[in-house]
């Protein structure tokens, strides 16, 4: 486990706080004249999902956590459980909670690959969150045809993805293209 001082700890850092694994979602390292230089965070606990506040001062450190990724498989959903397994072995099969998943579960594709963070907890495995590529393709289940002159919706039109999604498209998308999007954001980046 490496100690990260108190100016590295930044965004996308997973450390150990009160015991639990938390992510870095904000952190601003301010200097005062009087004061010594501190970095206020903002923490997202990845177990319980709340959000904290925490101040490290020059003198203090955190601990990274201790986090292997690994490709999981996504099988299928049903009623706010999702399943996954093992790529190398189908059997292995094991469930997440929505809450977990979180807006991830809107870009899962049945049979995808997603890489799984890991967190080693005294010798027991926890998986504490999952990520997607931040570029993903998707076929085009279904599009609305572009209805000339109506330029009140900024030209673009609701289309719905290979799984289900549905999010904003310009309007010369069509059924049966593949758009590529990007997961972070939940946008439309480009047709391919």
């Known amino acids: 486990m490496s100690q990260l001082q108190y100016n590295e700890i930044r965004e996308k850092k997973i450390i150990i706080y009160s015991g639990e694994p938390c992510e870095v979602v904000e952190s601003h390292v301010a ?42 498989t996504f099988l299928y959903q049903n009623k706010g459980e999702f399943w996954f397994c093992d790529p190398k ?37 926890k998986i504490i969150k999952v990520t997607l590529p931040i570029k993903m393709e998707f076929l085009v289940k279904e599009a609305p045809p572009a209805v000339r002159g109506d330029t009140s919706k900024g030209g673009n039109k609701i289309i719905t993805l290979e799984n289900g999604t549905t999010l904003n498209a310009p309007m010369f998308i069509n059924e049966g293209d593949t758009i590529r999007l990007n997961t972070e954001t939940g946008d439309y980046v480009e047709r391919v």
């Open 89 to 125: 072995d189908k059997s292995k099969r094991f469930k997440l909670d929505a809450s977990l998943i979180g807006n991830v579960g809107k870009f899962l594709k049945q049979n995808g690959n997603v890489t799984a963070l890991v967190w080693d907890d005294d010798d027991e495995e």
């Open 31 to 72: 200097r005062t004249q009087q004061r010594k230089p501190q970095n206020q965070v903002k923490l997202k606990s990845l177990i319980s999902g709340k959000t904290i506040a925490a101040t490290f001062h020059v003198s203090e450190s955190a601990d990274e956590a201790d986090i292997e990724k690994r490709d999981i």
